[in-house]
């Protein structure tokens, strides 16, 4: 079991840069994979970044490509995601979540979830 604390949301203006945090809990913070999905209103959730349990892999969406940076420091049981050039369409709760075994881009394969975090854009 982990247990995941997002921090780091808030209000930008378009073209600005935010930087989330997860803060892991539990179990050995190595073991898992980590992953970044987001919702926006209305919307679906859907696939931001993710992580292997190393760090040496990543994969984006398409969508993030060129702007977003994931990373994971495991020393501190952190995953972060460097999120620069937002645009009013980045605004969604960003949620950090955790899988047992899977290094994914895939919803259901991530088992844990934090409470999300709040990003606004403003155009």
């Known amino acids: 079991q982990v247990q995941l604390v997002e921090s780091g949301g808030g209000l930008v203006q378009t073209g600005g840069s935010l930087s989330l945090s997860c803060a892991a809990s539990?179990?050995?913070?190595?073991?898992?994979?980590m992953g970044w999905f987001r919702q926006a209103p209305g919307k679906e959730r859907e696939f931001v970044a993710a992580i292997s349990r190393s760090g040496i892999s990543t994969n984006y969406a398409n969508f993030v490509k060129g702007r977003f940076t994931i990373s994971r420091d495991n020393a501190k049981n952190t995953v972060y995601l460097q999120m620069n050039s937002l645009k009013p369409e980045d605004t969604a709760v960003y949620y950090c979540?955790?899988?047992?075994?899977?290094?994914?881009?895939?919803?259901?394969?991530?088992?844990?979830w934090g409470q999300g975090t709040q990003v606004t854009v403003a155009s």
């Open positions: 979540t955790a899988s047992d075994s899977s290094y994914s881009v895939t919803q259901g394969d991530f088992e844990y």
């Open positions: 539990g179990r050995t913070f190595n073991t898992y994979p």
